[in-house]
């Protein structure tokens, strides 16, 4: 497992449950991992060869690489060079995270339904564009990797403009027309050739309550998403999944691993908003708790091109995700507060803690940066996995910790709204 963040700590968790598997190892791991793995701290996701060298002398079968970095620079290629299996784009495939202006080309040619967007790598035309937009809600979006903070909606040419003028000093950036309706994750597992649709999950992305503030990588997640039902399903898959893997493989880019459709549902049916070449976090939290089958058999599936009639089994109890964050989060971050609480949740059957920044020092358990605790829950229900998250969350505490407190609200209410 290559990383170290709660999506990582939620795979590693899945894998250690599976019966095929001597070691799972977490290269670097966080103070998490080493519950279900075995940490690798001297593993650099950026420094290809500690990865390669933590392999052979670890005889690890098959690296599972978790965050976009290192796949956008080529992580599996390199191991592919070193004869080490990985799942994962090679940076090729990668670029339909790593570059808005690849992946949007993509979706164009393709014909894939998304927003309508034009591509500027200078100030003055851009500026121009914004200004003549005349106070229509647009989206500028950095074309390269911004751990989701490359993106910003407005009206107002006062706010695009310079932060558009700041993307240009070194990357090129799209404009898109702003899509309205509801947001919702879809994830594809494939083995280059084949896929499966794993059960649609929402992400919480904005900072504060009711969707208000800057994006985050992430501050909350459901699956599954109660008002997908499964037409909706099925016209996504119609419209967006099957013709993009088609479109893939015609282009020579289809790979083992996950791809991440990040849709909107407007009226005129589900629009791409984005791919991503990896699993989300949060939302890998809430799939693999909800996951019953062995996820071993399915990796090697993937890993090996047989993912043809593989099934997987999931529960029915709907899952939720709160993340903790540090204070300051996502603008600046501080770390070294002292986490208390987490001991008080062992017992808690249906509550699992998939940790992401944080360390041990001299035994105590310390928070490292911006996001740090995933809380996440079952419940027979939305609304009892909402209420036994909150719960959860309760006894967790460290200095300056803020999370969101509507996670799960938008779709309770919506689930009771009055038919
Ligand atoms: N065309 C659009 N219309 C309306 N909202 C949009 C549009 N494009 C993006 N957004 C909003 O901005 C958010 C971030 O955009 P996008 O997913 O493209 O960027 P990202 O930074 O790569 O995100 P991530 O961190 O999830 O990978 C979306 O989740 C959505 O809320
Ligand atoms: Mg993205």
Redesign the pocket.
């Known amino acids: 497992m290559l990383g170290s963040g709660g999506r990582e700590h939620a795979l590693a968790w899945k894998l250690a449950q599976g019966k095929r598997v001597e070691q799972v190892f977490a290269g670097p791991g966080n103070a998490g991992t080493g519950g279900c793995a075995r940490d690798l701290p001297a593993v650099n996701p950026a420094r290809f060869e500690t990865i390669a060298d933590a392999c052979r002398l670890n005889r690890i079968d098959c690296v599972f690489v978790g965050p976009e970095g290192p796949l956008a620079d080529g992580v599996v290629d390199y191991l592919a060079e070193q004869k080490i299996p990985a799942i994962g784009p090679h940076r090729s495939a990668a670029r339909l995270e790593s570059s808005k202006s690849f992946s949007k080309a993509f979706m164009q040619r393709n014909g894939l339904p998304t927003?309508e967007a034009e591509e500027f790598a200078d100030a003055s035309s851009f500026e121009d564009f914004v200004r003549s937009a005349k106070g229509r809600r647009l989206?500028v979006?950095k074309s390269g990797l911004?751990a989701?903070k490359?993106?910003l909606?407005s009206s107002r040419a006062e706010d695009l403009i310079p932060f558009g003028r700041a993307i240009l000093q070194k990357d090129i950036l799209l404009v898109?027309?702003?899509?309205d309706g509801w947001?919702v994750s879809i994830f594809g597992l494939s083995d280059g050739k084949d896929f499966i649709v794993l059960p649609p999950c929402t992400d919480f992305?904005k900072a504060r309550d009711g969707d208000q503030g800057p994006?985050t990588?992430g501050m909350g997640s459901i699956c599954p998403v109660p008002w997908v039902d499964p037409d909706l399903m099925n016209r996504i898959r119609r419209d967006v999944v099957e013709p993009t893997y088609a479109a893939l493989s015609r282009e020579g880019l289809g790979y083992a691993g996950v791809l991440y459709f990040?849709l909107?549902i407007t009226a005129d049916g589900p629009k791409l908003?984005?791919f991503?070449a990896r699993f989300g976090d949060p939302e890998a939290q809430v799939i693999l708790v909800r996951m019953r089958s062995d996820i071993v058999p399915i990796l090697q599936g993937v890993a090996a091109g047989q993912l043809k009639e593989t099934k997987i089994e999931w529960a029915k109890e709907p899952a939720v995700c709160v993340v903790l964050a540090s204070k300051g989060y996502p603008d600046s971050s501080d770390s070294g507060r002292p986490i208390q609480g987490l001991e008080t949740l062992k017992s808690e059957g249906d509550v699992v803690v998939f940790h992401a920044a944080t360390n041990r020092k001299d035994g105590a358990l310390l928070t490292i940066g911006g996001r740090v605790l995933g809380v996440t829950a079952l419940g027979a229900n939305l609304d009892v996995a909402v209420q036994r998250a909150y719960e959860a969350v309760a006894k967790v505490s460290f200095e300056g910790m803020q999370f969101r407190k509507d996670i799960g609200q938008k779709a309770l209410a919506r689930l009771h709204a009055p038919k």
């Not at 898109?176 to 899509?179: A, G, I, R, T």
């Open positions: 927003a989206v979006k911004a989701g490359g993106v909606e898109e027309e702003f899509l947001e992305k994006n990588g990040g909107m908003l984005e991503n």
